[in-house]
């Protein structure tokens, strides 16, 4: 599956996926399987070689139900494969027999190539550390799902609490915060894996966003880790923003990851 691991985006999910759960290479897909998470829809997928044909829709969920797994444990069907920079990128077909799309810029950059823009002086940086910074960071991510309260979700975010915890125990990152006054108003994850810096979940609270949050906190943290990779790696819905953003500070475009979900419903945990 050369595609693949030429495709950082998906590379270094997979890099994340096993550490944290299970892949394996299975005929025509890597299947990742996150057991003790099955509402992680993310986690829980199959990996296609390229972009499916509509008329594959019906094998692709037969081969998700024997390989991920169906009712009453799995609930979703995900799919995702690696797209080229260039092109566009049609799934009308898919979204209209209920799947959600989404498409996805791979950004790369080296350290040094970094560009620092404007700064916010009140925004203090710093790892998170005890149960109140991740009882924080669990509010805030939460806040930015459609139904935060709901079960599911919650779940979810407790399991990749977890996760995360367990990454940063055993020395491969951290997750950052963003603070003003103390207030947690936004935080990132970047872990190391192959000598290669993966961004995770950059976030800005809803109150707190166009004030230059995130461009510290993606600066700051960059500054203080240094030496660790030679390649830092971040991926953005190129429906939004952010990626326009991080281009500016000197990543650049490597290609695309796109994704096919099918949620249940009532169910937001992505």
Request: charged letters at 25%.
């Amino acid at each position: 599956m050369r595609r693949l691991s030429d495709n950082l985006g998906l590379a270094t999910d997979l890099l994340l996926h096993t550490e944290t759960g299970i892949v394996e290479s299975r005929n025509d897909y890597i299947v990742v399987r996150t057991p003790d998470a099955p509402e992680y829809f993310f986690g829980n997928m199959l990996v296609l070689r390229q972009r499916p044909l509509v008329s594959d829709l019906k094998g692709l969920e037969h081969d998700f139900a024997q390989l991920i797994g169906t009712l009453p444990l799995i609930a979703h069907r995900t799919f995702a494969w690696p797209e080229g920079a260039d092109g566009a990128v049609t799934l009308d077909a898919f979204v209209e027999r209920g799947y959600d799309a989404t498409v996805c810029r791979v950004l790369t950059a080296h350290p040094d190539d970094i560009r620092l823009l404007a700064t916010n002086s009140l925004v203090k940086v710093r790892p998170l550390t005890g149960r109140q910074d991740w009882d924080d960071w669990s509010r805030m991510q939460l806040a930015d799902m459609p139904n935060p309260t709901d079960i599911t979700s919650q779940r979810y975010m407790a399991h990749q609490q977890t996760a995360y915890r367990r990454l940063i125990d055993r020395g491969l990152g951290n997750w950052w915060g963003a603070f003003i006054n103390d207030e947690q108003v936004g935080s990132l994850g970047l872990f190391f894996l192959d000598g290669i810096g993966r961004f995770q979940s950059v976030i800005t609270g809803q109150q707190h966003r166009n004030r230059n949050v995130c461009k510290t906190l993606v600066g700051e943290v960059i500054r203080r880790t240094v030496g660790r990779s030679s390649k830092l790696v971040i991926v953005a819905d190129e429906s939004y923003h952010a990626g326009a953003i991080y281009e500016a500070m000197g990543f650049q475009q490597q290609g695309r990851v796109a994704s096919l979900c099918q949620e249940p419903r009532n169910t937001t945990a992505r």
